[in-house]
């Protein structure tokens, strides 16, 4: 199973381009738009440039196979403002979890733990 994380200090994010590209992979009318302040900023909405319509790519489960195909085409182009990421496998039985320290991601498999 592949699944993407991010490799630097800021946390997953997405470019606009590539939140663009994911929504119309999923069928979703994504529009990206520029923070007024801070250029390269971007702001995702779903259908309407409306703030109840905000879409939030941290919702992505980072094992969607569309998010996997966006970030296999764009490469570093796929990589938000404070984001690298990688595409890493685990072998398809694993139960596994995302840890993240300052933002820089590992994939860890799930195990039992007694308190």
């Known amino acids: 199973m592949k699944i993407v994380i991010n490799k630097k200090h800021g946390g997953f994010s997405l470019s606009g381009e590539a939140v663009v590209l994911y929504g119309k992979k999923k069928g ?33 489960q980072r094992n969607d196979p569309a998010l996997i195909e966006v970030v296999e085409e764009l490469g570093k182009k796929a990589d938000g403002y404070f984001s690298e990421l990688k595409i890493v496998e685990v072998p398809d039985d694993v139960k596994w979890y995302i840890h993240d320290y300052y933002g820089i991601e590992e994939v860890h498999e799930e195990h039992r733990k007694w308190s």
């Open 28 to 60: 979703l009318n994504i529009i990206a738009v520029e923070d007024k302040i801070m250029k390269s900023l971007i702001h995702c909405y779903l259908d309407k440039v409306k703030k109840e319509n905000y879409f939030c790519e941290r919702d992505i």
